[in-house]
């Protein structure tokens, strides 16, 4: 049990606090990491710009955000992924906790592509 509430502590000490001293980049949601802060919990799926023209994306739980970066909880290991905040171009941020078109009928699979398989 103390390993759970270990693990716990440190994830919690992780997060950065966001005080009245705080950068205005992650205070004011008109820049990009104050806007993913108030998204943290949530399913998404993020790209991003690679060289002059690929494109890759992850997708994962959002589970902090700081002034250059982006930490997203994979859902296909658990495990953390830390991204780069400025190679982001696209963010897709479920709101019903399912990814993709599944429950929009006016939508369909030309624009919102399907994950990879798992293990790949």
Avoid: H
Avoid at 42 to 49: A, D, N, S, T
Avoid at 56 to 63: F, Q, S
Avoid at 98 to 108: H, V
Wanted: net charge negative; aromatic share 10%; glycine share 6%.
């Amino acid at each position: 049990m103390a390993d759970v509430n270990e693990k716990t502590d440190k994830r919690e000490d992780r997060n950065v606090n966001i005080n009245q001293n705080s950068p205005e980049i992650l205070t004011n949601n008109i820049y990009t990491p104050a806007f993913l802060r108030e998204q943290i919990g949530k399913l998404m799926r993020v790209e991003f710009l690679i060289g002059t023209n690929n494109l890759t994306d992850r997708i994962g739980i959002l589970e902090d955000v700081g002034a250059s970066y982006i930490l997203l909880r994979s859902i296909e290991s658990d495990n953390l992924v830390y991204c780069d905040i400025y190679a982001i171009k696209f963010v897709t941020i479920s709101t019903n906790g399912f990814y993709g078109p599944m429950n929009n009928p006016m939508m369909n699979n030309r624009f919102y592509p399907q994950p990879p398989p798992m293990g790949y």
